[in-house]
T-cell receptor, first 114, second 111 residues
Framework: NAGVTQTPKFQVLKTGQSMTLQCAQD?????MSWYRQDPGMGLRLIHY???????DQGEVPNGYNVSRSTTEDFPLRLLSAAPSQTSVYFC?????????????FGEGSRLTVL | TQLLEQSPQFLSIQEGENLTVYCNSS?????LQWYRQEPGEGPVLLVT?????EVKKLKRLTFQFGDARKDSSLHITAAQPGDTGLYLC???????????FGTGTRLKVLA
């Protein structure tokens, strides 16, 4: 009964380092997305995907890359981390084909960039 | 650009009191969702409202979708400490799966 799994849960980086946040779901959901959550800002959409091989930008895509080679996985890459990317990151998924679908979230990945 | 504005941002009340949280937008949404998030966890869906004017009840929580489908409210009757959490409204204004979230209302219910 895994649902949406995010790794790592915590990460500290130095400015300029790169890393990948992993997201995997076992519900055969077509839609997957990444959000960042900052105090007073709610959740802001970074990138999303409606299926394998298809990705698109959200509200705050700069500094992040994504790919979707399988239905299950949707990794988020930070190529050169900056202190402004310190945040809590959430991956979410839902069945595509309708706009009222419930978003299922992972437990989050807390990233600190020094 | 924040398309969904929530108010109030913070709310601290005593157990047994009633409260209302508002979610407002200048855009029309085909549906709006409400989520609750607890510390260290991801948001969890409470309800989806689809029809303008719709009212849905979930135990002591009442959700309403505005007639023009630009706003929604969440009313909690006789709040309990277990209602403590961050409440978020969310929707897809363009029908392109760009789900956006409101700024959030952090509720604390004191025993």
């Amino acid at each position: 009964n895994a649902g949406v799994t995010q790794t790592p849960k915590f990460q500290v980086l130095k400015t300029g380092q790169s890393m990948t946040l992993q997201c995997a779901q076992d519900m055969n959901h077509e839609y997957m997305s990444w959000y960042r959550q900052d105090p007073g800002m709610g959740l802001r959409l970074i990138h999303y995907s409606v299926g394998a091989g298809i990705t698109d930008q959200g509200e705050v895509p700069n500094g992040y890359n994504v790919s979707r080679s399988t239905t299950e996985d949707f990794p988020l890459r930070l190529l050169s981390a900056a202190p402004s990317q310190t945040s809590v990151y959430f991956c979410a998924s839902t069945l595509a084909g309708g706009h009222t679908g419930e978003l299922f979230f992972g437990e989050g990945s807390r990233l600190t960039v020094l | 650009t924040q398309l969904l504005e929530q108010s109030p941002q913070f709310l601290s009340i005593q157990e047994g009191e009633n409260l209302t949280v508002y979610c407002n937008s200048s855009s029309v949404f085909s549906s709006l969702q409400w989520y609750r998030q607890e510390p260290g966890e991801g948001p969890v869906l409470l309800v989806t409202v689809v029809t303008g004017g719709e009212v849905k009840k979930l135990k002591r929580l009442t959700f309403q979708f505005g007639d023009a489908r630009k706003d929604s409210s969440l009313h909690i009757t006789a709040a309990q400490p277990g209602d403590t959490g961050l409440y978020l409204c969310a929707g897809d204004p363009s029908g392109t799966y760009k789900y956006i979230f409101g700024t959030g209302t952090r509720l604390k219910v004191l025993a």
